[in-house]
């Protein structure tokens, strides 16, 4: 049966118990009538509820407004007895959404710095899911959950050595999924700690020289690093037991490396090792995906079917601009090449983008979305005076980050700014949700002049440690809570500011 194209207005008596339904000029059994109308939107079934009592009923079915909420992706993990009113439901998720966006585009939440321990210097950030993991030059790893705003880091203790009487080396990386937080060390070292399972490291191993690239798998229990002319991977067996699962060596030194999400059996790693990229499986460990003699890759990012990276090309000399190289995975072909700049790509988001959709930043200082099914920018921004360091984007907002601190977000239909906040190192790491804001500005100079931890006065070396940031978006009661009491005006109205911390009385409570 096919959607109905018009609506004929039908008057009979109602019953409580429908068991047939008046359809035109037949009468049909309600279930055919319910697999009918789950063809119909929301406005269409607001205008059947309006033809009679029992098409009312019918139009109101509790199975069609759930089928409706799960197709707009609203509480996916829940079944049709979790709500009695499935047709709210769905009316509260899509308000709570548009007040969200309305306080991503005037900047309405609560802000915090996450602190760390004065005198170190912030080494590497990553986050997931709202949970910040942070690495630092004295040896240090903390981690933070902002979804509840705990404030209160707890460090992730190393693995201890019978000779490690002496100060921990500095971090190099530290990668974080849903179950799993890995960190690795200027020694060579790489520690895997269990969210779960408290402090101490599940599983430790060394490298003979420095690591060069740190990849965790965004689901289950895979780690890969690159140190030297070396690629390994690491994963647990069937009991539970940690193990090196492959071992690649290749002939040039990684620059960057990336696991292949939602693969099923042995792990595929993605690694970019100055102008070879290279595609890593057990089965066929030596793989070249893609090698072109004096063009290096800039930047890369791997999805569960496509790699994106960044190639560097001399346009002065051969008449060829900086372009992205899009590979599909499984057949190892280039799809797409895009982009036309003189400039180096230096970042590329393409697994958290939307579908057929990628987003770049360039050191001409211009962030890129492109159309990956006609390989055309949409849209071109200019964004960072100094280059675009670290970059994101959702359906309609992009958040960039540059090489002189600042973060930026954009509408990305509009083209326009919407805000803009400023710290004093590069931004290296940038994160979102719908609710929350996760950035970090990491100092390039680990070891600055005059930054001794010796020195007494560490209020004068506050601006060479790097900061990072979380911003909370959601009009739920946790982030007005995480405003600083002093901040929290008791009026209910405050007029000339929308950022939801009361400064125009700030001590009215006292």
């Known amino acids: 049966l096919k959607k109905p194209n018009k609506l004929i207005y039908l008057s009979f008596s109602f019953q409580n118990e429908i068991n047939e339904v008046p359809f035109f000029d037949i009468q049909l059994p309600y279930e055919l009538a319910l697999k009918i109308f789950q063809y119909l939107s929301k406005a269409e079934l607001g205008r059947c509820a309006q033809v009679s009592k029992t098409w009312k009923v019918l139009a109101e079915d509790e199975v069609l407004w759930y089928r409706l909420c799960q197709q707009e992706g609203y509480l996916l993990d829940t079944s049709i007895s979790d709500h009695s009113c499935w047709k709210l439901a769905l009316k509260n998720c899509r308000a709570r959404e548009r007040t969200l966006k309305t306080n991503w585009k005037n900047r309405v939440g609560a802000v915090s710095q996450l602190q760390y321990e004065l005198g170190k210097i912030l080494c590497d950030v990553h986050s997931c899911d ?43 990386f530290v990668r974080i999924n849903s179950s799993l937080a890995v960190a690795a060390y200027e020694d060579g070292t790489v520690s895997i700690w269990n969210l779960m399972f408290g402090r101490e490291p599940i599983h430790h191993y060394q490298h003979n020289q420095r690591i060069q690239a740190l990849a965790l798998g965004s689901e289950g229990a895979v780690v890969a690093t690159a140190s030297g002319f070396e690629v390994k991977v690491e994963s ?86 900086n372009q992205i190289l899009l590979y599909n995975l499984e057949t190892n072909q280039c799809l797409r090449k895009m982009g036309n700049s003189l400039g180096d790509f230096t970042c590329v988001n393409l697994r958290n983008s939307p579908p057929n959709m990628l987003v770049t930043g360039n050191k001409d200082r211009r962030v890129r979305v492109f159309d990956l099914r006609s390989s055309e920018s949409l849209c071109s921004l200019y964004a960072h005076q100094l280059g675009v360091s670290a970059v994101q984007m959702d359906d309609w907002k992009i958040v960039s980050g540059g090489e002189e601190g600042l973060v930026c977000v954009w509408d990305q239909r509009m083209g326009t700014k919407l805000w803009e906040i400023h710290a004093r190192h590069p931004v290296r790491h940038v994160w979102f949700n719908s609710h929350s804001l996760i950035t970090a500005n990491i100092p390039d100079e680990k070891t600055p002049r005059g930054a001794s931890i010796m020195d007494d006065d560490f209020t004068t070396h506050r601006k060479h440690r790097g900061i990072i940031y979380a911003y909370e978006f959601s009009v739920d009661q946790l982030a007005v809570e995480s405003v600083l009491p002093i901040c929290r005006s008791s009026y209910d109205e405050v007029t000339g500011y929308n950022y939801n911390i009361g400064l125009t009385v700030p001590y009215d409570n006292i």
């Open 130 to 172: 709202g949970v910040v993991i942070a690495g630092y030059t004295s040896g240090e790893v903390r981690l933070w959950d902002t979804r509840t705003w705990d404030y209160i880091a707890p460090v992730l203790e190393p693995m201890h050595g019978p000779g490690d009487a002496g100060p921990q080396p500095r971090v190099s």
């Open 236 to 321: 647990p067996d069937d009991r539970g037991f940690w193990q090196t699962t492959e071992t690649f060596e290749i002939q040039k030194l990684v620059n960057f490396l990336s696991l292949v999400p939602d693969v099923t059996g042995s792990p595929v790693t993605v690694a970019a090792a100055e102008d070879t990229v290279y595609l890593l499986k057990v089965e066929d460990p030596g793989k070249i995906l893609h090698s072109v003699y004096g063009q290096p890759v800039t930047c890369l990012d791997v999805s569960a079917r496509e790699a994106a990276f960044g190639v560097k090309t001399f346009g002065w000399l051969l008449n060829e601009p």
